[in-house]
Every structure is written in C-alpha cells, then in structure tokens.
C-alpha cells in the first residue's frame, strides 16, 4: 500500500506519517523545504519520542521524499500511484498543493481505485476546501479520489530542524469522516472512522485549540516562555478557563455531550498543554493571528453561536481582545494584524478580519475590542 503525505513537518513525520507507517503503508513525503527532503531521502528510519505518563519510542521505516518544488512531475506520479494521499501543511498552504494532487489525479488510470484523500489540518471542512482547490475546472476528475474530512489532535512543539526524529505527546486522536467511503475506507487501525465527524472536529477546535490559543496570546503579552509556564500565572488561568466554559456550554448543547465526560476532555487538554517534558511556544500556538481570528476559528465561530443562542460568551470575547495584541516578530501574520488595527476602523476591521457585520449579535462586543487594541 502507497501513501503520498504532503508536509514533512510536525504533524506529518510525528503523527500522520507514522500511523501511515504502522497501518503498512510506505509513505513518500512532499514538501517544499529542499534540506528535509534530501534527509528524508538520505535515512534509512527515523524515531518518533513520545513523552508522558504511556511514553513509547517508535521507530518509522520505509519512506522516501520528493521536493515538490523541484519535480512537481514526480510528486504527481506518486499521487497517480497512491492508495491515500494526506496531507499536514497548514490551511493557507492548501491552494499551493492542490494543483500537484490534481495533475496527479489527471495521471491516475481510469481503471485504478478511487484514491482516499484526507486533508489534516486544524480547520472545519479542510478536506472539502482542499477538494474544490483540486477539482476547480476539473469535476471529471472527482470520481478519481474520495475526499474525507478529518479532525488531528497530538501536540508537536518546533524541533531541532537538524534532524528528523520527532518529540511528541503520548496522546494523540485521529478521526477520520466515514461517509464518503462507503463502506470502503482505507486501511488505517490507529485512526477512529466516525459517521458524523462535526461533533470531533468542534470538541477539538474549540476546546484544545480555543484553549491553546486564548493561553498563548495571554502569555504572549505576560513575556511568559512557554505554555506551561503561562498557565501558572492565575489570572491567565482564569482567562483560559473563562474562554472554555463558553465553548464547553456550547458544546454540550449543540452536540448533547455528558457535561461531566465533556469537563473531563477539557481538563485533560489544560493538562496536556502543562507537560513539562514538552515545552511549547507562544510563538507557535499563535502563529497565524489573522488566521485564528477569521469566522470559522477558535473564537469567532463559538461565540457567533453562542450570542446566536441568546447565551454570552465574555471569555471568548476577552481572549478575542488578547489576541489582537499578538505582535510576534517574523510572524507575517501579527505584521499584517497590527498594520490592519492601525488602519481600519474598528467596524471594518471585525467585518474584514472575522467576518462579523453590523447584522450579527456579536459585532458590537468585537468591534469594542478592537477599539480598545487600537488605544
Ligand atoms: N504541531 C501540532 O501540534 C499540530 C497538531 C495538530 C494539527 N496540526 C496542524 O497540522 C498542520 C501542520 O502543522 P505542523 O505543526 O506540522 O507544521 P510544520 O510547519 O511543522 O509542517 C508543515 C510542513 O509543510 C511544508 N510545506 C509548506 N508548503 C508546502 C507545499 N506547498 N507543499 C508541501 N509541503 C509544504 C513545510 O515545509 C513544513 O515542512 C497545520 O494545519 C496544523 O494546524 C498541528
Ligand atoms: O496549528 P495551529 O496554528 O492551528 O494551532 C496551534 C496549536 O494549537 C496546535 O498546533 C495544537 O498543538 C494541535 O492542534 C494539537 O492537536
């Protein structure tokens, strides 16, 4: 069995590309950053390093890389050949790799399977934007592929990019839309195939990446250097707290979750993200400010529901403001964010950035907000 990942990076070498490797599948990898590529191609294994309480070192065989940079022909004719194709390169990457899985799709025989695509990425619907991506002008290639969402969870904080043996926490859920497939998926044991994927995906964003988030922005503005380290200081507790009984009552009315079950998950994610054996940034947690602050996201979405329910949602609303002092340097996404405060009325900066207008109950709380950053 062949796989294609595109993203040798975190996710795919620690996560996706191992469950890959442990489901039988060789795995070639695509990326863009030529260095890695020639390591990947160089190493014969490399080891994934899970630290926590059911730690466990797996080593990972069997895999190949291609720069899709310098020979986007031989990354097409692996798509052309593979039985699943994923992909962990983040969601503004997807419109770069889309036209290399649909010259593959147009390599692939007619007679061949339909190869499973699965975009894995932390967005509602990935897939299905990576799908439109490919199948722009091109529907007749649609019966070529079956397009799944999915829903990726496993912390991976930045590693030495020297090499390529990761570090990652034990933990980690792999949930993958059964529909599409009908009856037909692919062969991956240590990923859960569900029939309703929006319940995982939703508890996910918007408890372990809402979480996450609303705790880097926070500690980004306190000097904190790490995630942990943020978490100790009680008043950022109490935000991060604040912003997930938002989501969790949400949460547990839109989905009918067991409230103690639901309060449970949420703990275990403020526990995760307080592994000492795993330092994390506040520079990667809210890498993308721009990003994580658009209509679908981590805040946005949950609180549009939460005032569309005639609830409140005052956490998500705070750590919304936080996230608007977000400044880090090199992040071409707080540049972006700091110069659009300074130069859009704080009306036309909620519409512009997270899609909120005069019409929704949430735009006057957003639009105060965004005056306040201004000031
Ligand atoms: N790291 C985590 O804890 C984590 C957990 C769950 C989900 N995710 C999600 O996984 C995705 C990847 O995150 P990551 O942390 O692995 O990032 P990363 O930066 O470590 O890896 C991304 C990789 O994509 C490659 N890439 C960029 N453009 C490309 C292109 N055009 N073609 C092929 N490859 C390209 C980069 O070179 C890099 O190697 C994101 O959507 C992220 O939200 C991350
Ligand atoms: O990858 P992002 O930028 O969407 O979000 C940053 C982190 O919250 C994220 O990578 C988590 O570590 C991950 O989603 C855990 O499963």
Redesign the pocket.
Known sequence: MRAVH???????RG?VGLLLHRAGYEVTF????AE?IAMLRAADAYEVREVGADAAVHTVTGFTGID?SADPEAAARAVADADVVTC????T?LR??AP?IRAGLERRPESAAPVAVMA????IGATDTLRDLVLDGAEALAARAVFANTA??????P?DPAGLDVVVEDFFEWSIDRTPFAGAEPAIPDAHFVDDLAPSIERKLFTVNTGHAATAYAGWIAGADTIAHALQEPAIRAAVDAALADTSRLLVAKFGFDPDAHAAYAARAIERFQNPALPDTCERIGRQPLRKLSRHERFVQPAAELLERGDRADGLIAAYGTALRFDAPGDEQAAELQRLLTELEPAAFVAQVSGIDGAHPLQPALVDQVAAARR
């Open positions: 595109f993203g040798a990076g975190n996710i795919g996560f695509v990326d863009v950053n890695l899709s962990a390169v983040g969601p990457v770069f790799i290399v894995c990425e932390n967005a990726v969870d496993r912390i991976i904080p590693q």
